[in-house]
């Protein structure tokens, strides 16, 4: 059973720092490009970053590149979107995602909420 759960979310001043988390289990995850999404109010989920198995290629949205980091450890299965220089328009909620056999698998989202 794919099970995706993110954390790290909660509320930041801008410009301030959050590091999000996504435990990852049921799937191989060492051979599976892991992703980053959001999801703003009243809008449809884009996708923020992208990591390949390896590590080696990873893709940013064009909002948040140069601000945000996506990386993984295979080892503890888990993959992490540190984000830096955050913004009032990164407030969103932001959802861990594997695309396995055409099929998509989501955790539950971490609320970020950028506000002075």
């Known amino acids: 059973q794919v099970q995706l759960v993110e954390s790290g979310g909660g509320l930041v001043q801008p410009g301030g720092s959050l590091r999000l988390s996504c435990a990852a289990s049921?799937?191989?995850?060492?051979?599976?490009?892991m992703r980053w999404y959001r999801q703003h109010p009243g809008e449809e989920r884009e996708l923020v970053a992208r990591?390949?198995?390896?590590?080696?290629?990873?893709n940013y949205a064009d909002s948040v590149r140069g601000r945000f980091a996506i990386s993984r450890d295979n080892a503890q299965n888990t993959v992490y979107l540190q984000m830096n220089s955050l913004k009032p328009e990164d407030t969103a909620v932001y959802y861990c995602?594997?695309?396995?056999?055409?099929?998509?698998?989501w955790g539950p989202g971490t609320q970020v909420t950028v506000s002075s």
């Open positions: 995602n594997v695309q396995l056999s055409l099929n998509n698998y």
């Open positions: 049921g799937f191989a995850f060492s051979t599976s490009t």
């Open positions: 990591i390949t198995r390896t590590g080696i290629v990873a």
